[in-house]
């Protein structure tokens, strides 16, 4: 019975990295500011999630100040992931963007320690050095002119950003809903972007509206929805971990829709920063 929880909780992990992993292709597409995008995302997501609240009968109340600042703080860290990452996408391509953003789980892997009681595993230390050499073999010229470092290094900033938030989320998990979670961060990057919509462009909102929608509902109200939830279920270097197949449908689908075809260095580079999935998910299965 354990085991087919365990299961079923990894194919849950799995249909929300499918969903996450639409937004590469959607952040490089979509002709408007990244900030504008990442604004438009965050208020639409915030009205779905709201109304799916509300039909849940889920309790939108916050339970104390401190968890009222570690979700501003918290939204302040994902409202930075999103823009650098987008950033990242439009500067370099989709396979560049993603894999260099799943660096995140090493981050996670060295920093939970200060955010939990668990020990530093060693094990992690391992996986990142892989990580490293993947990300050193997707960018091999280091010239700041590059568009494709610059890439890689927004992606990695991205990265920075997307751990902190997936740490100060973790002891919020057991009190709050992951909808309700989802919810307050959006709405919080909705009021923080404001100034951002108000001076920048949305001209083309009108025809980009398909695709805005698309990647508030799919990507953020239910697919991030659903990885905080799986939270309860792994810790948070594990579900990061496994999360990042991501690159894998983020790939298939920018090659299938934006015609974007992964280099050799791609594939190498990718295939070692991947490799890390396969080893975290064998080692958490034996947990």
Not at 114 to 136: A, E, R, T, W
Not at 271 to 279: K, P, R, Y
């Amino acid at each position: 019975m354990k085991q087919n929880v365990h299961i079923q909780n990894l194919l849950w992990l799995t249909i929300a990295t499918v969903f996450i992993s639409s937004s590469g292709a959607l952040g490089k597409f979509i002709d408007m500011p990244t900030p504008v995008i990442i604004w438009w995302r965050s208020a639409l997501a915030g009205v779905f999630l709201f109304i799916f609240c509300k039909y849940k009968g889920f309790s939108l109340k916050i339970e104390s100040g401190k968890d009222r600042r570690i979700f501003i703080i918290a939204s302040f860290f994902m409202a930075a992931h999103w823009i650098t990452y987008f950033y990242a996408l439009k500067l370099s391509n989709v396979a560049i963007g993603m894999l260099t953003l799943f660096t995140f789980p090493v981050i996670i892997a060295l920093l939970e320690p200060l955010f939990s009681k668990l020990k530093f595993d060693s094990v992690h230390l391992f996986l990142g050095i892989l990580v490293i050499i993947g990300v050193y073999i997707l960018a091999p010229e280091f010239n700041l002119k590059s568009s494709q470092l610059q890439g890689v290094f927004f992606g990695l900033l991205s990265a920075v950003c997307y751990a902190i938030r997936i740490l100060l989320l973790k002891g919020q998990v057991v009190k709050y809903n992951g909808t309700v979670l989802m919810f307050y961060q959006v709405a919080i990057i909705s009021v923080i972007l404001i100034p951002v919509v108000l001076i920048g462009d949305s001209s083309n909102i009108s025809t980009q509206y398909p695709f805005v929608i698309l990647l508030a509902l799919l990507t953020t109200a239910i697919g991030h929805t659903m990885f905080v939830n799986s939270l309860k279920y792994f810790k948070a270097s594990t579900a990061s971990i496994i999360g990042s197949s991501q690159p894998i449908f983020g790939i298939i689908i920018a090659y299938i829709f934006l015609n974007e075809i992964p280099t050799s260095n791609t594939f190498i580079g990718g295939s070692l920063i991947l490799a890390t999935v396969i080893i975290e998910s064998i080692r958490s299965k034996k947990k």
